[in-house]
C-alpha cells in the first residue's frame, strides 16, 4: 500500500518531455531574442580600430578585455566550479548539485545578458556587450545560485529552470532600481545578489514547505569524501572572492583596493569560524559545515564596501564579526528558521549569504556616509560615488541614506519575489521529488552501481538466503 | 591453462627498464635540441629594454607576456586538469587518466616547442619563444590528449609517449600547411587540434582494434565518486574554453571578441545536451555521460569562427546544434561505431571533438566568406583575416574555400598519420595490457589497498573457511 | 587499562577553549596591529588620480594590480588549493590537511602583511599595501605550508598557529637579511620559502619525534581517492608554478622569462620522475608519491633563477636533475632519515622542498656569477641584478659569493628556527594527538558517518551476534 504511493509518486518525475521541452523552447527563446537584440560593443567589434582613434588610444592594451578578463574567469569559476562543488557535500545528491547548477547557470547567463542588456547597454535597439556584461550576466546567475542553496535536492530541474527564468528577470529589475534610480554603488553585490538571492531563496523553500521532509532525513547528510569534494567549491569562492567583488569596480584604485580588503575580510573570517565552530561543539570539535560555508561570510558582508575606503582593517572588524554570526547561525538560527519558520534551507544560505548580505548592505552605507573628501582626494571622491551630473550635489551622508534604501529595497523584492515564484513552483505540474525522494540523485540522473553497492548486496542478508 | 596466459600477458606489461629508458633519452634529446636551438625571444629576454627603445613602447605592459598570460594559465589548466580529469570518469583507471595525460603533456610540450617554433618562430637559427610559443605548445598536446581518449585504458605510458612523438610532429605539420600555405584562420583549433586530433586517435584506435575487449566491460563503466571528479575536468574545460579559443587572437577586440562568442556557444550548448540527454533516454533521466561530454561541444565548434564576427546569436545557434549532435552521437553513433567499424572510442572522441570539430571548420569557412567591409570596417577586415603581403587581394570567398580545403587537409592528415602511428603501435615491444587488464591501474600503477577492499576481504566467503 | 590510558590520552586534545581562545587572541591582535600599521599604497588608495598626475601615468592599465593580480590568484591557489590538497592523500586526514592548511594560512597571511610590511613597505609610520605585498604574504605562508608538510598529521591546530606565528616571523628576517642585507636575488624563494620552510619543518619534526608512531602505521597510507583528491592539488602547484617564480620579478621581460623558465623544468621533471619511479620498483609499476610530489621539485629549483637568463635548455637541465634527485630521495633517503636521525616527514618535505631548495639556490649562484653584460645588454643587466646605488659595482661573481651566502644563512635561520619553535611545540599544552591517534580525523573532526561504515557496522560480526 506504502510502496504504491511511492511508485505513484515517483511516476511523477518523468522528465522525459518536459525537461526537454522547456530547454529547447527557452534555447530557441534566447537565439530569437539574441539574434533581434544582441551585438558586440565597440570594443568587442571588428570596428575597434576605428574606435580606437576615435577614443584617441594608442594600444590594445587599452581595451577593457585586459582589464577584467582574468576577473571574468575567476568569477566564472566561482559560478561553476564554486557553488557547483560546494553544494556536491549531500552524500548522494552529487550529480544534482553540480549538474542542475550547471544547467541553471548556464541558461541563466543567457537571460541575464538580455535583461540586463535592456536596462544597461541598450544603444539604438541594440544591446551592445563586452566582457563586463559577461561579468554581470554570472553575478545575476551567483543570486540563483544562491537561492538553489535553499531548495537544494527538493525540486525537479524544470523547476530550477522556471525559477531561474523569473528570479533574473527580477534581479534585473532590482539592480536597475538600485544602481539608476536610487545610485547606490554595491560592485560585489552585498544588496543585489546576496540579500536579494538569499531571501528570495528563502522565501520560495518556506512556500514550498515539506511537512514530511524527515522522510529523506537519512540522505540529508554528508560522507566523507563528499565533504572534501565541497571543499573545492569552498577554496574557490574564497580564493577567487577578491576578484569577485573587484570585478567591476572602476579602472585602477578602486579594482586594487577592492581585492585587498576582500582579502583581508576573508583572512579575519575564517579565524573566528573556526574558534565558534570548535567552542559552540560540546566535543570542541571543528565542523565541516562551518568550515565550508561560514568562512565565505567575509566575503560577501564587504560586497557593497570594498571598493570604497573601508581599510585593510575595516576589512578584518567586518570578516571576524561575520564568520561569527554565520558560525551561530548554522548552529542555532537554522534549526530555529525549520521548526518553527518552516523555512527549509538545505544549505544554510540564511547563515551565508542572508545575514552576511545584509551586513554588507549596512557596511556599505556606514562607508559611504563616512566619506570625506579628505580620505578619498577631490578626484577620488567623486569618481568613488560617481557624483557627477544630476547626483553632483549629493553628500556621503545622503549617500549613505540611499545605500540603506537599497536594502529594504532588495529585501521587499525579494522576499515579494520569492512568494511569486514559490506559488508558481508549487502547481503540480514541475515533477517534484516525493518527501521521501528528496536528496537523491536517482530521481533524475542515471546512477552508476558503485562497489560499494556491490558489497551491499554481496552481503545483503535476504539475498543468500541460506540454503 | 587460461590463467597461464593471463600471467604470461601480464608479464608483458613489465615497463621497469623500457620505460626509463623511453623517458630518458627523450628528455636527454629535448635537452640537446633546445640546447643547439631555443633562446627567449626579445620579450623575454634581458635585452628587452632596448627592444622597447627600439619598438618605441613606452610602457612595459605592451609586452606580450600582459597581453596572453591569464590565457596561456586557463589554457594550461584545460590540458592537465581539464583533460586529465574529464577522463577520471573510469572506475579503476582514474591512475592512468591523470598521470598518463601528465606524463605525455609534459614531454609533448617541449618536443612541440621545438617542432612549431622550426616552423614558426625560427629567426638566425634560433627558435625565439614567448608566451605565445607556450599557448602554441598546450594547443598541439591538446590534440593528443583528444587521441589519448580514444585509447584510453588499452595502451602502455610507452605507447603513448611514442604516439605523442609522432602525433606532434605531424600536428606541427599539418599546422604549417593550414596556417602558412593556406592562410587559413584558425585560432581556436577546431580544424587543426579538434578535428586533427579526434580522427588522428580514432584512426590509431581502429588500428589497435581489440575483439575481446568485452572481457573488460565491467571496468568500461564509471562509479558515483569518479563521474563527481570528471566534472572538474568538465567544468574548468566548459568555463576556460573562452580562452581557449582567444588566446592566440590578435590583440585587442579579436581576443574580446573570441571570448564572447564561444561564451555563448557553450550556454547554449549546454541546454540542448540536457534536454536530448533526457529525451533519448526511457526513463528520462540524465546521463553523466553527455553532461560531462557534449556539453563541451559547442567551445570546439567555434574553434575556428570565435574571433570572428561570428555574432552572439550566430554563436548560441552553433552551440544548439553542437549540443544536439554530440549527444546524439553518444547514444547512437559510438555503438555503431564499435560494433560496425571496430574502432572502440572510450571517452567517445568521436561525438565531443570529431564531428563539431567538422562544423567548427564548416562554420568557420561560411563566416569567413561571408564578411564585408561593411561588417568588419575596412582596417578591421584586413586585420581579421590578415589580408595583407600575397594575400591582399584574397576574397572573403576566396578566403572560406581555403577554409574548406584546411578541413580536408586536416582529416587526411589525421586518418593517414593515424594509421601510420598505429601500425607501429601495434608492434609486440610497447607493453599494451591483455584485453582483460584494460581499464586497470593496477597494470601500471602501485595501487593502495582500499578501505572497501578490506570490507570484500573481511566478509570474503572464501577466506573465512568455516571450521 | 591501555584503554584507559588512550581515554586519557584523547582528553588531552580537546580543543574547545584552547582553540577558540588562540584565533580570537590572535585575530583581535590582527585587528588592533592592522588599525595601528596598515594603509593601502598608493596605487590601491582612492587618491591614485592625483598620484597618476604626478607619476605622470596616462593609463589605469599602468597599476601595479594588472601586472600582477591573475600572478597573484594563481599563487593564492597553489597556497589554499595547491598545498592543501597535496596533503589529501592520507586516507583519514583530509580534513586537517586541507582544513588546517586553509586555518594557519588565513592567519599567516595577516601576519605576514604586517611582518613583511615593517621590513619592506614601512613609510612614515605606516605599512603601504598593495598587491605584491598578497603575493608576499601568500609566499611567506607558503613556506610554513611546505613546514606541515612534515608534521602533518601529528599535530594539534593550536601547534600549527603557534609555528605560524613563530615561523613567519623568522621568514620575515631571513628574507630581510637576504634580500635587503645581502643584496641576493630570490623571486621565486629557492632559499627564502622552500630551504628555509623545509628545513624549519624537518627540524620541528625531529624534535617532536615520536618514536612509537608506528601505532599509526595503518592509517598513513593513501586511498584510491585518496590520490586521486592528492593529484588536484599537484597539478595545480605545477600548471601554476610559472606564475609562482614570475610573480613578484620586474615587470617586463623579467616576468616572462620566469614563466618560460618555469614551465620547462616543470616539464623536463616530470620525464624523470615518472623515469626513475619506473626504475626504482622491482615490478617497474609507478609510484604515485612521486608522481604528486617530485615532479614538482622542478619548480623549486628554477626558483630563485627563473628571472635570469638561465634559458630553456638550463632549466631543462635543473627539472632533469631535480626529477632524479627528489624520486631517489623518497624511496631511500625519507626512511633513512626516519630510522637513523629519528625524522619523520610525512609528506616528504625533503625531497620535494628541501633538496630542490638547495638546488635551487645553487643555480641561482652560479646563473648570477656567470652573468655578463653579453648577455643581459648593458641596461638589462643592471636591472637584472639591481645593480644600482651602494651595489652599482658589484660584480656577478661577488653577487654570486652573497648568492650562496643566503643559501647558508636560510639554513642556519632554519634549524635553529626550527629547534627553537620544535622545543616550545613539544610543552605539554598544545592538545596533540596521542601516538595511536595520529594521521586520524577524528580527534579534531566531526567526520560523518560513512557509508562504507554502515557496510562495516552491519556485517561485524561482533554485533549480529546470532541468537
Known amino acids: 500500500m506504502e510502496r504504491t504511493r511511492h511508485q505513484g509518486m515517483a511516476k511523477n518525475t518523468y522528465m522525459r518531455w518536459r525537461l526537454p521541452l522547456v530547454c529547447l523552447l527557452w534555447e530557441v527563446a534566447m537565439i530569437v531574442l539574441f539574434g533581434v537584440f544582441v551585438r558586440f560593443n565597440p570594443e568587442a567589434d571588428a570596428h575597434w580600430e576605428e574606435e580606437k582613434q576615435k577614443m584617441n588610444l594608442t594600444s590594445d592594451i587599452e581595451n577593457d578585455f585586459y582589464f577584467r578578463y582574468p576577473s571574468f574567469q575567476d568569477v566564472h569559476v566561482m559560478i561553476f566550479v564554486g557553488f557547483g562543488f560546494l553544494m556536491v557535500f549531500l552524500k548522494r545528491y552529487g ?102 538571492g538569499a531571501y528570495f531563496g528563502l522565501m520560495v523553500t518556506r512556500i514550498l514547505y515539506r511537512p514530511n521532509l524527515e522522510q529523506s532525513k537519512d540522505k540529508q547528510g554528508s560522507v566523507y569524501q563528499s565533504d572534501l569534494f565541497a571543499m573545492i567549491g569552498t577554496l574557490y569562492l574564497w580564493m577567487y572572492w577578491p576578484s569577485f567583488n573587484s570585478a567591476i569596480s572602476e579602472h585602477g ?50 560586497g557593497t564596501s570594498a571598493e570604497m575606503m573601508l581599510t585593510p582593517y575595516g576589512s578584518l572588524i567586518v570578516g571576524f564579526i561575520c564568520g561569527i554570526v554565520s558560525t551561530v547561525g548554522y548552529v542555532y538560527l537554522t534549526p530555529f528558521l525549520e521548526s518553527r519558520l518552516h523555512i527549509q534551507d538545505t544549505c544554510g544560505i540564511h547563515n551565508l549569504h542572508a545575514m552576511p548580505g545584509l551586513i ?86 542515471e546512477v552508476p552501481e558503485d562497489e560499494e553497492s556491490d558489497v551491499y548486496h554481496m552481503h545483503n542478508p535476504a539475498k543468500p538466503a541460506s540454503p
Not at 257 to 277: E, G, H, K, P, Q
Not at 363 to 385: L, N, P, R
Request: glycine content about 12%; charged content about 10%; aromatic content about 12%.
Open 253 to 302: 584604485d578602486a579594482q586594487h583596493r577592492a581585492a585587498i580588503n576582500t582579502y583581508c575580510s576573508l583572512a579575519a573570517c575564517v579565524l573566528t569560524t573556526v574558534a565558534f565552530s570548535s567552542m559552540l561543539q560540546k566535543k570542541g570539535k571543528l565542523d565541516m559545515v562551518h568550515i565550508q560555508n561560514a568562512t565565505l561570510a567575509g566575503g560577501v558582508a564587504v
Open 95 to 196: 550529480f544534482g548539485a553540480v549538474g542542475f547548477n550547471f544547467l541553471l547557470a548556464a541558461f541563466g547567463i543567457q537571460w541575464a545578458l538580455l535583461m540586463q542588456g535592456w536596462f544597461h547597454s541598450f544603444v539604438n535597439g541594440k544591446i551592445l556587450i563586452g566582457v563586463e556584461n559577461l561579468i554581470n550576466a554570472d553575478f545575476c546567475v551567483g543570486s540563483v545560485c544562491i537561492a538553489f542553496g535553499a531548495i537544494l535536492g527538493k525540486t525537479s530541474p524544470i523547476q530550477l529552470l522556471v525559477m531561474t527564468l523569473f528570479q533574473v528577470t527580477l534581479f534585473a529589475v532590482n539592480e536597475y532600481i538600485l544602481l539608476n534610480l536610487l545610485h547606490v554603488k554595491d560592485a560585489g553585490g552585498s544588496m543585489t545578489i546576496h540579500t536579494f
Open 360 to 445: 554588507g548592505g549596512i557596511v556599505g552605507a556606514i562607508t559611504a556616509a563616512a566619506a570625506t573628501e579628505d580620505v578619498y582626494g577631490k578626484e577620488g571622491f567623486v569618481k568613488a560615488f560617481d557624483f557627477t551630473g544630476q547626483y553632483k550635489t549629493r553628500s556621503p551622508s545622503i549617500q549613505g541614506g540611499f545605500q540603506a534604501a537599497g536594502i529594504f529595497v532588495s529585501l521587499l523584492m525579494a522576499l515579494a519575489g520569492g512568494a511569486l515564484v514559490g506559488a508558481i513552483l508549487k502547481l503540480p505540474i514541475w515533477g517534484d521529488p516525493a518527501d521521501e525522494n528528496c536528496f537523491e540523485d536517482d530521481i533524475y540522473w
